[in-house]
């Protein structure tokens, strides 16, 4: 439907490219991609740490068999439709470019009220329906697929070697520091860095602890609590991230998880986290 690097048609080539990293924001338009692959348009909705509630956007040349409000001028130069009755969530990870601002706070407010009781005018007239019956149960289908891919694709995932211990599975247990240090014939200072997330258990040291306490390998583990996965989820690293990707013939999840990988082995220094980390991403680029 999209491509990362060639505009749509009416879409000048600077619109499209945009701003290449940037902090989400409610009312945003940004273009959601994978694996180096451009996905979709959505305008957020509402942030959290890891994920965005977001509405579907298109070009206005598609069927139309639901609710879309039609915005006839907008960042891209073109009209857009916005679909806000198929509002839908999805890992921050997706987000690749912020194009601009589409919509204020307030107009998705006003918007929000209008789908949920009626009791409002929607600030944008409401887009023609140009399909019924069958056709517009096959789009409504497609539609609802395409968004369940990327809602449903997530990262960072389990990953022995790379995952950090849950500490709330050993409370379950009522395992401590000095248990753990027993089982794993370390120190309880390491034992207790290994609870806190601070440093990540090898694959041995997993399989060792879930023997002991007879609990899968996996539910142990924590998918993203290390620093590195908490902030490779932002958007500002994604453009490095697909670099290194293609640079390295790897999936997205395997840059990822190399990059991952990489900062919890690199030696600690005074900057702060995101400077480290981006030079990671620069290093494994160049190496």
Same mark, same amino acid.
């Given at each position: 439907?999209?491509?990362?690097?060639?505009?749509?048609?009416?879409?000048?080539?600077?619109?499209?490219?945009?701003?290449?990293?940037?902090?989400?924001?409610?009312?945003?338009? #940004?273009?959601?991609? #994978?694996?180096?692959?451009?996905?979709?348009?959505?305008?957020?909705?509402?942030?959290?740490?890891?994920?965005?509630?977001? #509405?579907?956007?298109?070009?206005?040349?598609?069927?139309?068999?639901?609710?879309?409000?039609?915005?006839?001028?907008?960042?891209?130069?073109?009209?857009?439709?916005?679909?806000?009755?198929?509002?839908?969530?999805?890992?921050?990870?997706?987000?690749?470019?912020?194009?601009?601002?589409?919509?204020?706070?307030?107009?998705?407010?006003?918007?929000?009220?209008?789908?949920?009781?009626?009791?409002?005018? /929607?600030? /944008?007239?409401?887009?023609?329906?140009?399909?019924?019956?069958?056709?517009?149960?096959?789009?409504?289908?497609?539609?609802?697929?395409? #968004?369940?891919?990327?809602?449903?694709?997530?990262?960072?995932?389990?990953?022995?070697?790379?995952?950090? /211990?849950?500490?709330?599975?050993?409370?379950?247990?009522?395992?401590?520091?000095?248990?753990?240090?027993?089982?794993?014939?370390?120190?309880?200072?390491?034992?207790?860095?290994?609870?806190?997330?601070?440093?990540?258990?090898?694959?041995?040291?997993?399989?060792?602890?879930?023997?002991?306490?007879?609990?899968?390998?996996?539910?142990?583990?924590?998918?993203?609590?290390?620093?590195?996965?908490?902030?490779?989820?932002?958007?500002?690293?994604?453009?490095?991230?697909?670099?290194?990707?293609?640079?390295?013939?790897?999936?997205?999840?395997?840059?990822?998880?190399?990059?991952?990988?990489?900062?919890?082995?690199?030696?600690?220094?005074?900057?702060?986290?995101?400077?480290?980390?981006?030079?990671?991403?620069?290093?494994?680029?160049?190496?």
């Amino acid at each position: 439907m999209y491509e990362l690097e060639t505009p749509p048609n009416g879409v000048s080539r600077e619109r499209w490219h945009g701003e290449t990293a940037g902090t989400p924001e409610v009312g945003d338009l #940004w273009l959601i991609s #994978w694996n180096g692959e451009a996905l979709a348009l959505a305008v957020l909705a509402s942030i959290r740490d890891t994920y965005t509630l977001c #509405w579907p956007v298109t070009l206005s040349d598609v069927p139309v068999f639901a609710p879309a409000l039609e915005v006839p001028s907008t960042l891209l130069d073109v009209p857009l439709l916005v679909w806000p009755t198929r509002e839908t969530g999805m890992g921050l990870h997706m987000l690749h470019r912020r194009l601009g601002r589409l919509l204020t706070a307030k107009t998705m407010s006003l918007i929000d009220v209008a789908v949920e009781t009626g009791d409002v005018d /929607f600030p /944008f007239p409401l887009a023609t329906y140009t399909v019924d019956g069958e056709e517009a149960e096959r789009e409504s289908d497609e539609m609802v697929d395409r #968004w369940e891919r990327i809602c449903l694709n997530t990262w960072p995932e389990v990953v022995p070697g790379l995952s950090p /211990f849950n500490a709330d599975a050993f409370r379950e247990v009522n395992l401590y520091a000095g248990d753990l240090a027993g089982i794993l014939g370390i120190t309880v200072p390491a034992a207790v860095s290994l609870v806190r997330g601070e440093s990540v258990p090898t694959a041995a040291q997993l399989e060792m602890v879930a023997v002991a306490i007879r609990r899968d390998p996996e539910a142990l583990l924590d998918a993203g609590s290390d620093a590195a996965a908490r902030l490779l989820v932002q958007p500002v690293f994604k453009d490095s991230l697909v670099a290194l990707a293609r640079i390295r013939e790897l999936s997205e999840a395997d840059a990822r998880n190399l990059a991952r990988g990489e900062f919890a082995l690199a030696a600690r220094s005074d900057g702060d986290n995101h400077a480290r980390l981006q030079a990671t991403i620069d290093r494994l680029r160049e190496g």
